[in-house]
Nanobody, 114 residues
Framework: VQLVESGGDLVQPGGSLRLSCVAS????????MSWVRQAPGKGLEWVSS????????DYVASVKGRFTISRDNAKNTLYLQMNSLETEDTAVYYC????????RGQGTQVTVSS
């Protein structure tokens, strides 16, 4: 299993970013996929999940209405569109095959700061 995230950056509050995660080594389309994050000095936090065909999605309350999760099974790729970013969104973001983040990639850094 390999999960490779990209798209993290330094962005001002109110800005947007789109994260990507390319998966390999397993049948991507058969798995619910998730994004989890870890803020400085804190534990892993589940952010969002999407069903196998992208029909259903779920979000932690703090990002609902600002973040959108999606997937392209033909490209084995998971996405997270993040809008109206807040300083509290600063974290390393990981894609994972489970909501607890036990099987995740190396992460991509998102820093929201003015």
């Amino acid at each position: 299993v390999q999960l490779v995230e990209s798209g993290g950056d330094l962005v001002q509050p109110g800005g947007s970013l789109r994260l990507s995660c390319v998966a390999s080594g397993f049948t991507f389309s058969a798995w619910e996929m998730s994004w989890v994050r870890q803020a400085p000095g804190k534990g892993l936090e589940w952010v969002s999940s999407v069903s196998t065909h992208g029909t259903f999605s779920d979000y932690v309350a703090s990002v609902k209405g600002r973040f959108t999760i999606s997937r392209d099974n033909a490209k084995n790729t998971l996405y997270l569109q993040m809008n109206s970013l807040e300083t509290e969104d600063t974290a390393v973001y990981y894609c994972a095959t489970d909501r607890r983040g036990e099987r995740r990639g190396q992460g991509t850094q998102v820093t929201v700061s003015s």
